[in-house]
């Protein structure tokens, strides 16, 4: 079992920046593969950025490449979305996930096995 929970949202005004941490507990963090997925209502989810359990492999959707960075820190348990140059587009539910089967990101929901509560960021024009 893994347990995660997300933090860091909030409301920014367009062209700002925000951080969101994910903290983990339950099997060993530094054993498996991490990913950023959000989701609008009405929309389904989308994927955002994941990281391998290392942190050497990183993958970005195209919307968010340039301006998001996924990092983690295995001491800490925990995985982070730094977001810049935020549009009012990035308005979402932004959730963390575990793959506790892969040790290579993914981009494909299905491959997550828990997810976080979420956290809402609020992008105002």
């Known amino acids: 079992q893994v347990q995660l929970v997300e933090s860091g949202g909030g409301l920014v005004q367009a062209g700002g920046s925000l951080i969101l941490s994910c903290a983990a507990s339950?099997?060993?963090?530094?054993?498996?593969?991490m990913g950023w997925f959000r989701q609008v209502p009405g929309k389904e989810r989308e994927f955002v950025a994941a990281?391998?359990?290392?942190?050497?492999?990183?993958y970005y959707a195209d919307s968010v490449r340039g301006r998001f960075t996924i990092s983690r820190d295995n001491a800490k348990n925990t995985v982070y979305l730094q977001m810049n140059s935020l549009k009012p587009e990035d308005t979402a539910v932004y959730y963390c996930?575990?793959?506790?089967?892969?040790?290579?990101?993914?981009?494909?929901?299905?491959?997550?096995?828990?997810w976080g509560q979420g956290t809402q960021v609020t992008v105002s024009s």
């Open positions: 996930a575990a793959t506790v089967t892969r040790r290579a990101p993914s981009a494909t929901e299905a491959d997550y096995n828990y």
């Open positions: 339950g099997r060993t963090f530094s054993s498996y593969a």
């Open positions: 990281i391998s359990w290392s942190g050497l492999t990183i």
